[in-house]
């Protein structure tokens, strides 16, 4: 099996500017499928949004820097265009119980129509009121009842005046009430002479005096009885002439509205509610007696909404959808339980909080309602009780405005308990993969609630065809954004970069907020170097310095190599020591560098120690990544004797966790070479996961790797002799940047890619790994007969130390 050096070639896949048929962008036309390597969230967004089924709301799940919610409120606003404009709503009062308000749905428009026309009647009403209660006809039939009212009560206290005064007393009128009183020579007789009267007269007065006031109280108990029979004439009055007041203007609104029979309904109820209220209306101080004793009766001024009665008369918006086309789109960035449900205000009237009606805000469901809603999950999800408000609205299909407080009881102020309205939405989150299956794994509700997954691609082929539609791709984020034009050599570093961005030389990323960036800095130092297109040489700049201003920890770990503060070897051999790759991500920053790692063997029990486990700062993948190690070892080494091992593994010079399985493979070379007695050569660095049967698997960050092996390795002066160790299913990953490719052509660094644990050892050390010859043994002067021959040794050292008890075995010099 030969080892694979790789060409410089195969290093990066060029983008050539002569394979565009355009000069520059404004020959392209732009890409008008905003859904370009989408086809799959695209699917899944058309199915969501035609399904109306309860439950099939969305979520789109993938990474933020592909768009997801531009890309979604692109396609839904243009299909939501296509749809019909739901109906309004409106809050009214409910007469019969006003802290328990009633809804009115209207046709879309017709609401603002609504409370506009409520409000000029409110308006007109004191009005129309005052014209008819001050009307010569009302004021003389009132004054007719009241009239009667005054001839009955004289008529009965003439006839007892008469009595009363033909035995010689009087009625008196007194603050306290009436009084009966003897009279002579036409004055009211006092103390002095009544005593002077004989026995026989005082008698026959009293007996006068107490008959007479039966008689009175008898006509003083009819009085109130006559009083409310006067009011109820009064009242009846004053409810014919109301009811004769408002027909007409309600008659208007009736004929505005006579198409909405809960509209009709509301206006009876408005009809029967003025009548019981005329004196307030007429009268805003009537409903507070104490204001009305210190103002006395005052004409209001103010608006309908304001007066204490005319404000039952008003309407509450909610939803209108005067100015829609189609139905409503709406992104809520700020989704509190308030902002999403709405809320109820609350006044401070002399210490009390006080509402009604008219203090109901409505929530982003209402816009949205009849529509769609779209909302970031993670936003939504640490905000209180806003996840739980949402799904409550989603599984009733109502919309019902309430505080936190008072679900839970928190609160004991005086609310409103408004009528819920039909809620009809389709809700899109917005989220992270991770998000999304956390959701799935411990909320119950989330998967009947989301049943759409729009699942958005990170990468799409690279091919002629996607090649030339991400041209076209850039030539409309050019233009939406107001950039400068773009040449083809321009548009070609840019493709080139899309692919190292996945880090795969076959396909192209869709992170198209990183594109867009990307595009606005070479835009910039486009302008600052006066070109009035950005070139190749722009996108250069621009990715250079994005990798400069991230870069400064890059550069202080380098230095901490160079100024040997970390011990790095990139010359000569050494046993049971290897150069590992490790990669760093740290915000925006993301680098590699290399590690020494060293293993140490002695006699044992088959036991391969890794130290970083030992002191908890190794990973489950990267203890895994070792236990495999041992596997490989007792196959291949131990399959007649026991592995009698002790090994130990080290990141040297590790300050922080360790993860991953990159480096089981620089790990086995370490420790077959500290086995064997095997120098390995410290020119190379590894890098690869190995699996049991000693075959090298894929790994991540291969271009950072390369990279940053390759710097330290220029800045101490390269050799000829330098290079990196890859898993061949690597290769279609390579996107180097132009210092390696450039090295690597002149010879001056080497990158291989091998399958095997074998073509590795052999790359490290130039010794032949060996095959078993017809007896089942190694050749001399192979590796796998070092490394059996060595543990064969600790075997036998094994055994005598077993026969010999707990005494430590004697060694002879010939065994060492």
Same mark, same amino acid.
């Given at each position: ?53 309860? @439950? ?162 008898? !006509? ?14 009064? /009242? ?65 001024? $103010? ?7 005319? &404000? ?13 086309? *189609? ?28 509402? #009604? ?29 806003? &996840? ?12 019902? +405005?309430?505080?936190? @407080? ?23 989150? !917005? ?20 049943? +759409? ?69 070479? #835009?910039? &130092? ?7 297109? !950005? ?33 790095? #070897? ?39 120690? /890794? ?45 922080? *966790?360790?993860? *991953? ?14 086995? *064997? ?23 991540? $960050?291969?271009? %950072?790797?390369?990279? @940053? ?37 002149? @010879?001056?660094?080497? !990158? ?27 050749? %001399? ?33 010939? #065994?060492?």
């Amino acid at each position: 099996m030969g080892i694979n050096e790789l060409s410089s070639e195969q290093l990066y896949r060029k983008c050539q500017p002569d394979s565009f048929t355009f000069s520059t962008t404004d020959e392209l036309k732009a890409l008008d499928n905003p859904f370009f390597g989408q086809k799959r969230a695209l699917t899944s967004t058309e199915f969501g949004m035609k399904m109306k089924r309860d @439950g099939f709301n969305l979520y789109a799940l993938g990474p933020d820097e592909v768009n997801k919610k531009t890309l979604l409120e692109s396609l839904i606003k243009q299909e939501a265009e296509e749809e019909t404009i739901p109906d309004d709503w409106v809050y009214v009062c409910n007469f019969k119980d006003e802290q328990k308000p009633i809804t009115i749905k209207l046709p879309a428009g017709d609401a603002v129509r609504f409370r506009d026309t409520m409000n000029r009647f409110a308006e007109d009403l004191p009005n129309v009121l005052t014209s008819t209660f001050e009307s010569e006809e009302y004021q003389n039939r009132r004054q007719a009842i009241e009239d009667q009212l005054k001839e009955d009560e004289q008529k009965e206290f003439s006839e007892l005046q008469q009595q009363v005064e033909s035995k010689g007393l009087t009625i008196l009128h007194t603050p306290m009430g009436y009084s009966l009183a003897p009279v002579r020579d036409g004055k009211i007789m006092d103390m002095e002479e009544i005593q002077k009267l004989s026995d026989q007269e005082r008698q026959e007065l009293e007996k006068e005096i107490q008959h007479f006031q039966k008689e009175l109280q008898k !006509i003083l108990r009819l009085i109130p009885e006559r009083q409310r029979k006067f009011r109820k004439k009064r /009242n009846e009055l004053n409810r014919e002439y109301a009811e004769f007041s408002v027909r007409a203007l309600l008659e208007e609104i009736r004929n505005e509205f006579s198409g909405e029979q809960e509209v009709l309904e509301y206006l009876k109820e408005v009809k029967n509610d003025i009548i019981e209220h005329v004196r307030e209306i007429l009268n805003p101080g009537a409903s507070n007696p104490f204001m009305q004793a210190v103002q006395g009766k005052q004409e209001f001024k $103010g608006p309908p909404s304001e007066h204490p009665v005319l &404000w039952r008369y008003t309407v509450n918006v909610m939803i209108d959808n005067s100015d829609a086309i *189609g139905a409503p789109v709406v992104y809520e960035d700020h989704p509190t339980f308030k902002n999403l449900i709405g809320r109820i205000e609350h006044e401070s009237q002399m210490g009390t909080l006080t509402t #009604d009606f008219t203090y109901i805000k409505p929530g982003t469901l209402h816009r949205a309602n009849g529509g769609y809603l779209l909302i970031d999950a993670m936003r939504l999800l640490t905000q209180p009780f806003a &996840w739980e408000g949402l799904k409550r609205a989603l599984q009733n299909n109502k919309l019902i +405005v309430e505080s936190p @407080g008072d679900m839970y009881g928190m609160v004991s102020t005086v609310t409103l308990e408004p009528a819920p309205i039909k809620l009809e939405v389709k809700v899109v989150l !917005i989220g992270s993969r991770l998000l999304y299956y956390l959701l799935c794994a411990y909320d119950e509700d989330f998967s009947t609630l989301f049943k +759409v997954e729009v699942d958005f691609e990170e990468e799409i082929d690279w091919n002629e065809k996607t090649q030339e539609m991400y041209a076209r791709l850039i030539t409309g984020l050019l233009q939406k954004y107001e950039l400068s034009s773009m040449d083809s050599s321009g548009v070609a570093r840019t493709v080139e970069h899309a692919s190292r961005l996945v880090n795969d030389n076959q396909k192209m990323t869709t992170r198209i907020k990183d594109i867009i960036d990307l595009l606005r800095e070479a #835009d910039y &130092w486009a302008r600052e170097s006066n070109k009035k297109v !950005i070139d190749e040489e722009a996108v250069q700049k621009a990715v250079d310095q994005r990798n400069y201003r991230s870069g400064r920890l890059k550069d202080r770990y380098q230095e901490s190599i160079l100024r040997e503060s970390i011990f790095i #070897d990139t010359e000569g051999e050494k046993t049971g020591q290897v150069n590992g790759l490790s990669v760093i991500t740290i915000g925006n920053s993301i680098f590699a560098h290399p590690t020494r790692i060293t293993a140490r063997t002695r006699v044992g029990k088959g036991e391969v120690v /890794n130290i970083e486990r030992e002191v908890e700062m190794s990973g489950p993948i990267h203890a895994k990544g070792v236990l495999i190690l041992s596997a490989f070892l007792g196959a291949r080494y131990a399959e007649e004797s026991p592995l009698s091992l002790s090994a130990s593994l080290v990141f040297e010079q590790s300050y922080g *966790g360790v993860e *991953g399985d990159s480096a089981s493979s620089t790990e086995l070379y370490a420790l077959l070479s500290s086995i *064997g007695e095997i120098p390995l050569k410290q020119s190379i660095a590894v890098t690869g996961s190995v699996n049991q049967h000693g075959f090298i698997q894929p790994i991540g $960050g291969v271009n %950072e790797k390369i990279e @940053g092996f390759f710097d330290i390795c220029e800045k101490r002066g390269l050799t000829g002799g330098q290079g990196v160790i890859i898993p061949k299913a690597n290769v279609k990953n390579l996107m180097l940047k132009e210092e390696v490719v450039q090295s690597v052509k002149e @010879g001056t660094f080497h !990158i291989y890619a091998i399958e095997t644990i074998d073509e590795g050892m052999e790359l490290l050390t130039g010794m032949e790994m060996g095959e078993r010859d017809e007896d089942g043994e190694y050749p %001399e002067e192979t590796v796998n007969f070092k490394v059996e021959s060595k543990l064969k040794k600790f075997a036998s050292i094994q055994q005598t130390f077993t026969g010999r008890g707990n005494n430590q075995p004697q060694i002879n010099k010939e #065994d060492k």
